[in-house]
Protein backbone atom coordinates (compact mmCIF):
# COMPACT_ATOMS: atom_id res chain seq x y z
CA UNK A 1 0.00 0.00 0.00
CA UNK A 2 0.77 3.46 -0.74
CA UNK A 3 0.03 5.27 2.79
CA UNK A 4 -0.04 8.83 2.48
CA UNK A 5 -0.29 11.99 5.10
CA UNK A 6 -2.75 14.65 2.85
CA UNK A 7 -4.61 18.17 3.85
CA UNK A 8 -8.22 18.59 1.98
CA UNK A 9 -11.06 20.27 2.88
CA UNK A 10 -9.65 22.21 5.98
CA UNK A 11 -8.35 18.80 7.92
CA UNK A 12 -5.30 16.62 7.28
CA UNK A 13 -5.48 13.04 8.03
CA UNK A 14 -4.31 9.55 6.00
CA UNK A 15 -5.13 7.68 2.97
CA UNK A 16 -4.10 4.95 0.67
CA UNK A 17 -2.62 6.45 -2.64
CA UNK A 18 -4.13 4.26 -5.41
CA UNK A 19 -3.67 5.42 -9.15
CA UNK A 20 -4.61 9.24 -9.63
CA UNK A 21 -7.10 8.96 -6.09
CA UNK A 22 -6.76 8.82 -2.59
CA UNK A 23 -8.89 6.33 -0.52
CA UNK A 24 -9.93 8.63 2.65
CA UNK A 25 -9.44 6.36 5.58
CA UNK A 26 -11.39 8.60 7.85
CA UNK A 27 -14.24 8.30 5.70
CA UNK A 28 -13.91 4.69 4.56
CA UNK A 29 -12.61 3.05 8.19
CA UNK A 30 -13.75 5.85 10.63
CA UNK A 31 -12.73 3.47 13.32
CA UNK A 32 -8.50 3.88 12.37
CA UNK A 33 -6.48 6.70 13.49
CA UNK A 34 -5.99 9.76 11.47
CA UNK A 35 -2.73 10.11 12.27
CA UNK A 36 0.36 8.10 10.88
CA UNK A 37 2.04 7.39 13.47
CA UNK A 38 -0.95 6.55 15.58
CA UNK A 39 -2.00 4.72 12.53
CA UNK A 40 1.51 2.57 12.58
CA UNK A 41 1.21 1.93 16.21
CA UNK A 42 -2.17 0.53 15.71
CA UNK A 43 -0.39 -2.33 13.82
CA UNK A 44 -1.19 -5.25 11.41
CA UNK A 45 -4.75 -4.69 12.50
CA UNK A 46 -5.30 -1.25 11.12
CA UNK A 47 -3.07 -2.01 8.19
CA UNK A 48 -5.56 -5.11 7.96
CA UNK A 49 -8.62 -2.48 7.91
CA UNK A 50 -7.01 -0.50 5.34
CA UNK A 51 -6.40 -2.89 3.05
CA UNK A 52 -10.16 -3.88 3.36
CA UNK A 53 -10.99 -0.31 2.59
CA UNK A 54 -9.34 -0.01 -0.16
CA UNK A 55 -10.92 -3.48 -1.51
CA UNK A 56 -14.10 -2.36 -0.66
CA UNK A 57 -13.92 0.69 -2.85
CA UNK A 58 -13.76 2.94 0.19
CA UNK A 59 -14.37 6.88 0.02
CA UNK A 60 -11.92 8.34 -2.65
CA UNK A 61 -10.77 11.73 -3.50
CA UNK A 62 -9.26 12.47 -6.91
CA UNK A 63 -5.25 13.69 -6.35
CA UNK A 64 -5.49 16.73 -7.96
CA UNK A 65 -7.81 17.72 -5.28
CA UNK A 66 -5.28 17.08 -2.27
CA UNK A 67 -2.57 18.30 -0.74
CA UNK A 68 -0.16 15.94 -0.28
CA UNK A 69 1.93 16.41 3.12
CA UNK A 70 5.41 14.51 4.51
CA UNK A 71 4.30 11.45 5.26
CA UNK A 72 5.05 11.35 8.91
CA UNK A 73 4.62 15.30 9.67
CA UNK A 74 6.77 15.42 12.77
CA UNK A 75 9.03 12.29 12.73
CA UNK A 76 9.89 11.64 16.60
CA UNK A 77 13.23 11.18 14.96
CA UNK A 78 14.95 11.89 11.31
CA UNK A 79 18.34 9.84 11.76
CA UNK A 80 20.64 10.32 8.51
CA UNK A 81 24.05 8.67 7.21
CA UNK A 82 26.03 10.22 5.33
CA UNK A 83 29.26 8.75 2.98
CA UNK A 84 26.85 5.72 2.68
CA UNK A 85 27.98 4.95 -1.69
CA UNK A 86 31.05 4.58 -2.99
CA UNK A 87 30.90 6.93 -5.59
CA UNK A 88 30.65 9.56 -3.36
CA UNK A 89 32.48 8.90 -0.93
CA UNK A 90 34.68 8.55 -4.50
CA UNK A 91 33.90 12.25 -5.33
CA UNK A 92 34.62 13.38 -1.64
CA UNK A 93 38.03 12.09 -1.49
CA UNK A 94 39.82 15.57 -1.82
CA UNK A 95 38.12 16.26 1.40
CA UNK A 96 40.09 13.03 2.59
CA UNK A 97 37.14 11.19 2.74
CA UNK A 98 37.45 7.76 3.31
CA UNK A 99 35.48 4.21 3.24
CA UNK A 100 33.91 4.08 6.82
CA UNK A 101 34.20 1.55 9.22
CA UNK A 102 31.16 2.34 10.83
CA UNK A 103 28.10 3.96 9.23
CA UNK A 104 28.69 8.21 9.63
CA UNK A 105 25.46 9.27 11.43
CA UNK A 106 23.78 12.44 11.73
CA UNK A 107 20.15 13.76 12.80
CA UNK A 108 18.52 16.19 10.90
CA UNK A 109 15.83 17.95 13.37
CA UNK A 110 12.11 17.23 12.77
CA UNK A 111 10.99 20.60 11.81
CA UNK A 112 13.00 19.87 8.46
CA UNK A 113 9.94 17.48 7.57
CA UNK A 114 8.56 18.87 4.37
CA UNK A 115 6.15 17.75 2.04
CA UNK A 116 7.18 15.86 -1.57
CA UNK A 117 6.16 18.66 -3.61
CA UNK A 118 6.22 22.10 -1.72
CA UNK A 119 9.67 24.04 -2.38
CA UNK A 120 11.84 24.41 0.20
CA UNK A 121 13.86 27.56 1.19
CA UNK A 122 17.05 28.94 0.02
CA UNK A 123 17.50 29.92 3.72
CA UNK A 124 19.24 33.79 4.01
CA UNK A 125 21.76 32.76 6.09
CA UNK A 126 23.34 31.01 2.90
CA UNK A 127 23.53 30.63 -0.47
CA UNK A 128 25.07 26.94 -0.09
CA UNK A 129 22.66 25.13 -0.68
CA UNK A 130 22.92 21.43 -2.10
CA UNK A 131 20.62 18.20 -2.78
CA UNK A 132 20.83 14.54 -1.48
CA UNK A 133 18.52 12.19 -3.19
CA UNK A 134 17.93 9.53 -0.95
CA UNK A 135 16.54 6.36 -0.10
CA UNK A 136 14.67 6.40 3.25
CA UNK A 137 13.59 3.78 5.69
CA UNK A 138 10.13 4.82 8.19
CA UNK A 139 10.21 2.20 11.80
CA UNK A 140 6.97 0.77 11.88
CA UNK A 141 8.06 -1.66 15.39
CA UNK A 142 9.92 0.11 18.88
CA UNK A 143 12.47 -1.60 18.79
CA UNK A 144 15.83 -2.36 20.55
CA UNK A 145 18.99 -4.73 19.96
CA UNK A 146 17.56 -6.14 16.35
CA UNK A 147 19.79 -8.28 15.08
CA UNK A 148 20.28 -7.79 11.29
CA UNK A 149 18.05 -10.62 9.86
CA UNK A 150 15.18 -9.60 11.91
CA UNK A 151 15.50 -5.65 10.83
CA UNK A 152 12.89 -6.53 8.04
CA UNK A 153 10.22 -7.14 10.57
CA UNK A 154 10.16 -3.16 12.35
CA UNK A 155 9.83 -1.30 8.80
CA UNK A 156 6.61 -0.45 7.97
CA UNK A 157 7.88 0.76 5.03
CA UNK A 158 10.05 3.15 2.56
CA UNK A 159 9.89 6.71 1.02
CA UNK A 160 11.43 8.89 -1.01
CA UNK A 161 13.86 11.72 0.65
CA UNK A 162 15.70 14.91 -0.68
CA UNK A 163 18.67 15.61 2.59
CA UNK A 164 18.74 19.16 1.53
CA UNK A 165 22.02 20.75 2.72
CA UNK A 166 23.55 24.22 3.32
CA UNK A 167 27.11 23.16 2.82
CA UNK A 168 28.66 25.96 4.72
CA UNK A 169 26.48 25.65 7.86
CA UNK A 170 27.18 21.54 7.61
CA UNK A 171 31.27 22.01 7.17
CA UNK A 172 31.82 24.41 10.40
CA UNK A 173 31.16 21.39 12.85
CA UNK A 174 32.08 17.74 13.18
CA UNK A 175 28.35 16.46 13.43
CA UNK A 176 26.88 18.08 10.34
CA UNK A 177 23.72 18.23 12.20
CA UNK A 178 22.95 22.28 12.47
CA UNK A 179 23.91 22.35 8.29
CA UNK A 180 21.24 19.23 7.69
CA UNK A 181 18.09 20.53 9.80
CA UNK A 182 16.86 23.88 8.15
CA UNK A 183 13.62 24.48 8.37
CA UNK A 184 11.42 22.61 5.02
CA UNK A 185 15.19 20.73 4.64
CA UNK A 186 14.00 17.41 4.33
CA UNK A 187 10.96 16.65 1.27
CA UNK A 188 9.95 13.64 1.34
CA UNK A 189 7.41 10.84 0.38
CA UNK A 190 5.09 10.99 -1.90
CA UNK A 191 4.31 7.85 0.63
CA UNK A 192 5.30 5.43 2.95
CA UNK A 193 5.13 2.20 0.14
CA UNK A 194 4.75 -1.18 2.42
CA UNK A 195 7.39 -3.88 2.40
CA UNK A 196 5.32 -6.26 0.63
CA UNK A 197 5.29 -3.98 -2.90
CA UNK A 198 8.48 -2.44 -2.42
CA UNK A 199 10.11 -5.82 -2.14
CA UNK A 200 14.52 -5.74 -1.57
CA UNK A 201 15.25 -2.05 -0.75
CA UNK A 202 18.61 -3.20 -2.07
CA UNK A 203 17.52 -3.46 -6.36
CA UNK A 204 16.62 -0.03 -7.02
CA UNK A 205 17.32 2.73 -9.33
CA UNK A 206 18.10 6.19 -7.47
CA UNK A 207 18.15 9.21 -9.73
CA UNK A 208 18.16 13.37 -9.03
CA UNK A 209 17.70 15.85 -11.51
CA UNK A 210 18.05 19.26 -11.26
CA UNK A 211 16.43 21.34 -13.84
CA UNK A 212 15.87 18.72 -15.79
CA UNK A 213 19.74 17.38 -15.70
CA UNK A 214 20.25 14.15 -14.54
CA UNK A 215 23.04 14.47 -11.34
CA UNK A 216 22.81 11.90 -9.36
CA UNK A 217 22.19 7.89 -10.80
CA UNK A 218 23.02 5.13 -8.92
CA UNK A 219 21.09 1.93 -7.34
CA UNK A 220 20.26 0.77 -3.91
CA UNK A 221 22.59 -2.14 -4.56
CA UNK A 222 25.54 -0.06 -3.67
CA UNK A 223 24.70 0.92 -0.08
CA UNK A 224 27.86 0.54 1.80
CA UNK A 225 26.17 -0.09 4.58
CA UNK A 226 22.41 -1.57 3.94
CA UNK A 227 19.29 -0.81 5.27
CA UNK A 228 19.13 -3.46 7.49
CA UNK A 229 22.74 -3.30 8.81
CA UNK A 230 21.57 0.32 9.58
CA UNK A 231 18.54 -0.72 11.72
CA UNK A 232 21.11 -3.46 13.88
CA UNK A 233 23.31 -0.72 14.58
CA UNK A 234 21.09 1.96 15.40
CA UNK A 235 18.73 0.20 17.74
CA UNK A 236 22.44 -0.99 19.51
CA UNK A 237 22.82 2.27 21.20
CA UNK A 238 19.21 3.72 21.52
CA UNK A 239 15.21 2.78 21.09
CA UNK A 240 14.15 3.27 17.19
CA UNK A 241 10.18 4.33 17.85
CA UNK A 242 7.37 3.67 15.38
CA UNK A 243 7.62 7.05 13.00
CA UNK A 244 11.32 7.45 13.06
CA UNK A 245 12.82 8.28 9.65
CA UNK A 246 16.24 6.42 8.52
CA UNK A 247 17.35 8.58 5.46
CA UNK A 248 20.21 5.56 4.32
CA UNK A 249 22.78 8.52 2.36
CA UNK A 250 23.07 10.04 -1.09
CA UNK A 251 25.17 8.83 -4.15
CA UNK A 252 27.34 10.45 -6.16
CA UNK A 253 26.72 13.67 -8.16
CA UNK A 254 26.25 16.73 -5.50
CA UNK A 255 26.49 19.85 -6.54
CA UNK A 256 29.27 20.77 -4.06
CA UNK A 257 31.13 17.94 -5.56
CA UNK A 258 31.13 19.62 -9.20
CA UNK A 259 34.10 21.50 -10.42
CA UNK A 260 33.01 24.38 -9.73
CA UNK A 261 31.08 23.92 -7.25
CA UNK A 262 26.89 24.23 -8.23
CA UNK A 263 24.64 25.19 -5.67
CA UNK A 264 21.15 25.50 -5.45
CA UNK A 265 19.38 28.87 -6.62
CA UNK A 266 15.97 30.57 -6.63
CA UNK A 267 13.84 28.49 -9.27
CA UNK A 268 15.72 26.00 -9.68
CA UNK A 269 13.22 22.47 -9.38
CA UNK A 270 15.05 18.89 -7.96
CA UNK A 271 13.16 16.15 -8.58
CA UNK A 272 13.89 12.61 -6.69
CA UNK A 273 13.01 9.33 -7.85
CA UNK A 274 13.37 5.63 -6.73
CA UNK A 275 12.52 2.70 -8.88
CA UNK A 276 9.31 1.51 -7.50
CA UNK A 277 8.74 3.27 -4.97
CA UNK A 278 7.84 7.53 -6.32
CA UNK A 279 9.53 10.79 -7.09
CA UNK A 280 9.59 13.70 -4.99
CA UNK A 281 10.06 17.56 -6.79
CA UNK A 282 10.58 20.49 -4.94
CA UNK A 283 11.32 23.85 -6.50
CA UNK A 284 13.78 26.45 -4.58
CA UNK A 285 12.26 29.41 -3.30
CA UNK A 286 13.90 32.58 -1.33
CA UNK A 287 13.08 32.01 2.40
CA UNK A 288 9.83 34.61 3.37
CA UNK A 289 9.80 37.02 6.06
CA UNK A 290 7.23 35.82 8.05
CA UNK A 291 9.52 32.95 8.95
CA UNK A 292 11.24 35.48 11.74
CA UNK A 293 9.30 34.19 14.77
CA UNK A 294 9.19 35.12 18.16
CA UNK A 295 6.96 33.50 20.09
Same mark, same amino acid.
Given at each position: ?K?V?????? *???IG???G???V????????????????????E *?A?????? =?? =??????????Q???? *??????? &????????Y?? /??????????K?????????K???S? /??????F??????? =???Y????????????? /??????????????? !?????T??????R??T???? &? *??D????????I??P?????? /??H?? &???V?????Q??????? !????F?????????????????I??????G????M &?P??F??E?? !??????????????????E??????I?
Amino acid at each position: MKLVTFSHDG *STRIGVAEGDEVVDLAASAPELPTEMVAFLRAGE *SALEAARA =AV =AAGGARLPRVQVHLE *SPILRPP &KILAIGVNYGD /HIEEAKEGGMKIPEYPVLFNKQSTSA /HPPFDPFHLPRASS =ALDYEGELAVVIGKPCR /HVPRDRAHEVIAGYT !VANDVTVRDWQLRTPTFTIG &K *SFDTHCPMGPWILTPDEFGDP /HTHDL &KTWVNGELRQSSNTKHL !VFDCFHLIEHLSTAFTLEVGDVISTGTPGGVGIAM &KPPSFLVEGD !VVRVAIEGLGEIENSVVAEPGDTVRIG
